[in-house]
């Protein structure tokens, strides 16, 4: 009864309230066969240290980034984390509730939210962000409705650069709309080929993704022109946030809708999530934006104080002129990636995403000179590109694992055209000696 905060008389006063004599009387609407007659066939309780040792043991059996060299991206990406960032974001102050509906008592989580809100449009080249969602793929998913609530118009294109598994929740956001959805077509250099064929009076916007899932860097300033010249807006996904450092922040170049994935910035991988979405636009287009944004103003004192500007979401609003009804503020997660880039800064920014770029260099330079290696794809790339191998891409990584190494993606289901190949990605986390393991793994040479 340890667990159980009732005592016998309250059980039994519960059950003549009901009309019943004994608790299983409350099941008896479950077959007889069904029932458990006897107790779980569980071992005997352990100490916590003996619970902290069989867990402990449990985690080593998982492969992981700080145990072997790790080339694995595709929108989850190895980064070091400052031990700054979850030494400042465990502090009591920033202890809230899951989410903040009466959010002008949490001042500290709203202006946390501010902060990142005000980064997030610096470094993507918009006017205005909102307060984080769950993760790139839904955020991407709501840009594409928002761009359907602006625009009027009843199609969507996506270029094939997008990454597969945004595009299903895409597909999943659209098909309850019986919203169609193009596709642009990649080039033979892993660039979107020219999109002005597919752009037609119905489509709402062209989506993007920047750098694309193969690693390619998308000629976005061209494609807003496209989009633009059609009518329809741009839209641009970034899965490794971590780019926008180096990149041309897409809002300069044309974009009207940026959003995308921010794990990289100080968010563990964890096996997948949880995730930082994004989501920034115009000024113009910020009463379509989804989610919650967080503006600044002054209390009756003159005091600087935060509120919830915008809020359009069915919790707030009336369901039918709510702008989305799944998506919340990734609290956590936000405040981790917005003590990360305080901590690094614009040029600390831009360092890192250039020892990025340099250690994908070397690894092509590497891959290049390697017989049985080939990079089939020509365009310009940040830290993440194709290798094509000889054989099976299977057996590549299996040689890898063979020598110590997450060698990177099979990419036989998602990209089967560029051949059998492995989508590589280097971050400031690979050291050269790992690289050149890789490659003679990846060619069939001994570590």
Request: some cysteine.
């Amino acid at each position: 009864m340890r667990y159980v905060p009732h005592t016998e008389a309250d059980i039994q006063q519960m059950l003549e309230a009901i009309g019943c004599e004994r608790v299983e009387d409350l099941f008896d609407a479950i077959p007889e066969k069904l029932r458990l007659t006897g107790p779980l066939a569980l071992p005997a309780g352990l100490s916590e240290q003996e619970v902290e040792a069989e867990l402990g043991a449990l985690a080593e059996r998982n492969d992981h980034a700080q145990g072997m060299p790790w080339f694995l991206g595709a929108g989850t990406y190895a980064h070091h984390i400052p031990s700054a960032v979850d030494a400042i974001a465990s502090r009591s102050e920033f202890t809230t509730a899951y989410t903040p509906y009466q959010a002008e008592i949490s001042q500290g989580t709203l202006q946390a939210i501010f902060e990142w809100q005000t980064m997030t449009a610096g470094l993507v080249g918009l006017d205005v962000s909102n307060a984080s969602m769950y993760d790139g793929a839904s955020a991407t998913a709501e840009a594409a409705m928002m761009a359907l609530r602006i625009t009027r118009r009843s199609k969507v294109a996506v270029t094939e650069g997008l990454h597969p598994h945004y595009r299903q929740v895409l597909e999943t956001y659209l098909g309850g709309l019986g919203t169609p959805v193009v596709t642009v077509p990649r080039g033979p250099d892993g660039c979107t080929v020219d999109p002005t064929p597919y752009l037609d009076d119905d489509v709402a916007c062209l989506v993007v993704q920047q750098p694309a899932f193969l690693g390619s860097v998308e000629r976005l300033a061209d494609a807003a022109d496209k989009a633009h010249a059609a009518g329809a807006l741009l839209v641009t996904s970034v899965t490794e946030a971590l780019s926008l450092g180096l990149l041309r922040a897409p809002g300069d170049q044309g974009a009207d809708i940026v959003c995308g994935e921010a794990q990289s910035l100080g968010v563990p991988m964890g096996f997948g999530g949880p995730h930082l979405g994004f989501l920034a636009c115009h000024t113009r287009h910020v009463r379509q934006m989804p989610g919650r944004l967080v503006g600044q103003t002054a209390d009756a004192e003159g005091r600087r104080g935060f509120v919830l500007t915008l809020s359009t979401r069915e919790q707030h609003i009336r369901r039918e002129r709510a702008t989305s009804n799944i998506c919340t503020n990734q609290g956590l997660c936000l405040l981790m990636a917005t003590i990360y880039l305080a901590l690094l800064g614009r040029r600390g920014l831009a360092a890192l995403a250039q020892r990025n770029l340099e250690k994908a260099e070397y690894a092509k330079s590497r891959v290049r000179e390697t017989a049985g290696l080939t990079l089939p794809l020509s365009a310009p790339t940040f830290n993440e590109f194709v290798v094509g191998v000889e054989g099976s891409a299977a057996d590549a990584l299996a040689r890898a694992r063979d020598a110590g190494i997450t060698g990177g993606l099979d990419l036989a289901t998602h990209a089967p055209e560029v051949g059998p190949a492995v989508l590589v990605c280097t971050t400031e986390l690979c050291r050269r000696e790992d690289i050149d393991a890789l490659v003679a793994a990846l060619a069939g040479g001994a570590r």
